[in-house]
């Protein structure tokens, strides 16, 4: 047979490239090469192309335009600042509430800061699932039968300016114990009681409810006006029983125990006397 077996290239296998001009077949250069030489040379031109695309997908707006990457990136971006305008909305009504609040007790107008409940945040604890309707009513039949918590009725040719703090009942507003005490050097001018969840927080003389509202740092406050020129205000509640005006007796439920508020850290209570004008330390006077 006068056909020749064509051989395959081996690897090893050595090659020339020339260089000529088509016209005057001047050899212009000429190259030695192998087969290892041009895989190695047609893979480093690769993988210098992937890297450049990629780099150009990643760090550049080009990513846009890639199926489903940008999608994705966009769809996250947009959970995180719906997140953080949800955020800034509540900081800002929060805000918003606290400054009319302020106002509406500079200009003396208390009967229109009631809490009210269609305005105000979704609560921690349903008024219904703790019942307060039922514990208001279990503490006046025990405060009833009680005749050591019994406190006469004032009359109106009844002088109680002159009454001494000492010569005064005061029913502990909650049974639990004290975490913080009065510091008025360091503006702390009450004192920090830790209850159980869903404690009912009890007036601890009679009186009017003076302030019943909402406040950035303290939460869902209370605070009620008793003879003598007495003020006690009750913080962080979950929950407030008694509006702006209501007349509630000694040891009757006003408010829920909670955490609302920037300065809480935890379920508490904050509970103040001022007398006079000032700050008194309630720790001098009940038992906690």
């Known amino acids: 047979m006068s056909d020749e077996i064509k051989k395959s290239p081996e690897k090893s296998d050595k090659f020339r490239l020339v260089v000529m001009n088509d016209e005057t077949f001047e050899e212009v250069g000429s190259y030695k090469l192998t087969l290892f030489n041009i895989y190695a040379l047609i893979s480093t031109i690769l993988v210098i192309v992937v890297i450049f695309v990629v780099s150009l997908i990643v760090f550049t707006p080009l990513k846009r335009l890639v199926p489903g990457y940008g999608n994705v990136n966009a769809h996250s971006k947009a959970i995180k600042n719906s997140k953080e305008v949800d955020a800034l909305e509540k900081e800002i009504a929060a805000r918003d509430h606290y400054i009319e609040t302020l106002q509406r007790l500079i200009d003396g107008n208390f009967e229109t800061a009631d809490q009210n409940e269609a305005n105000l945040p979704v609560l921690k604890d349903s008024i219904r699932e703790i019942a307060p309707i039922t514990e208001d009513s279990i503490i006046r039949e025990m405060v009833a039968r009680e005749e050591w918590l019994s406190l006469p009725e004032p009359t ?91 007349f509630v007796k000694a040891g009757e439920a006003i408010a829920i125990i909670g955490d609302t508020g920037d300065l809480s850290d935890g379920p508490h209570l904050h509970f103040e006397l001022w007398h006079n004008g000032n700050p008194v330390d309630p720790a001098e006077y009940i038992n906690f």
């Open 156 to 246: 109106q040719n009844e002088n109680t300016s002159k009454i001494a703090l000492e010569e005064l009942y005061f029913i502990p507003p909650v049974k639990g114990y004290v975490t913080d005490e009065f510091m008025p050097e360091k503006a702390h001018f009450g004192t920090d009681i830790a209850a159980s969840k869903n404690s009912a927080i009890k007036s601890t003389l009679e009186g009017r409810v003076l302030v019943s509202d909402w406040t950035l740092e303290t939460g869902y406050v209370i605070g009620i006006q008793h003879s003598n020129n007495l003020i006690s205000f009750y913080k962080h509640n979950s929950v407030l029983l008694k509006k702006v005006g209501s």
